[in-house]
């Protein structure tokens, strides 16, 4: 998710480690809430395919391995993943030895999903649109 600063002030990390400051500028004030924009929403066209094809081995597929192996240990039945994008981690959750753990994954963007879909999964998977930041599942209803 990309945070537009306020006031196209300088970002928080380079604030911390004073880089990028002007001279009368010391210090930085956080926003109770960030300021999301709409483009964050657009992953769309030919964007989840090239997500897909080039991120994903190169970026997300070690990380996927590994909680497969996390998971695989843990006395389960449901999974939350949020920010799925095109569902690295989930296919190889949908792997895991236990088939009676069910899969709930979830991104902000409809066409992320679409894409993991049409890649599909070793079992089915329940794919929803949902905003991280106001999931629309009670408390207490995933394990992990």
């Given at each position: 998710m990309n945070v537009i600063p306020k006031n196209n002030s300088v970002p928080l990390a380079a604030a911390r480690c004073g880089r990028g400051l002007p001279q009368h500028r010391t210090h930085q004030t956080q926003r109770s809430e960030p300021i999301v924009s709409d483009i964050d929403k657009v992953f769309a066209g030919s964007i989840p395919k090239l997500y897909e094809t080039h991120l994903v081995p190169l970026i997300f597929e070690p990380y996927a391995a590994d909680l497969k192996k996390r998971v695989g240990l843990m006395n389960i039945s449901r999974?939350?993943?949020?920010?799925?994008?095109?569902?690295?981690?989930?296919?190889?959750?949908?792997?895991?030895?236990?088939e009676a753990i069910s899969i709930v994954a979830t991104d902000l963007n409809q066409a992320m999903l679409d894409e993991a879909a049409a890649v599909g999964t070793a079992r089915p998977v329940q794919w929803q649109q949902a905003d991280a930041m106001a999931l629309p599942f009670p408390d207490a209803q995933f394990d992990a």
């Open positions: 999974i939350l993943e949020v920010a799925a994008g095109t569902g690295v981690v989930t296919r190889a959750l949908a792997t895991v030895a236990n």
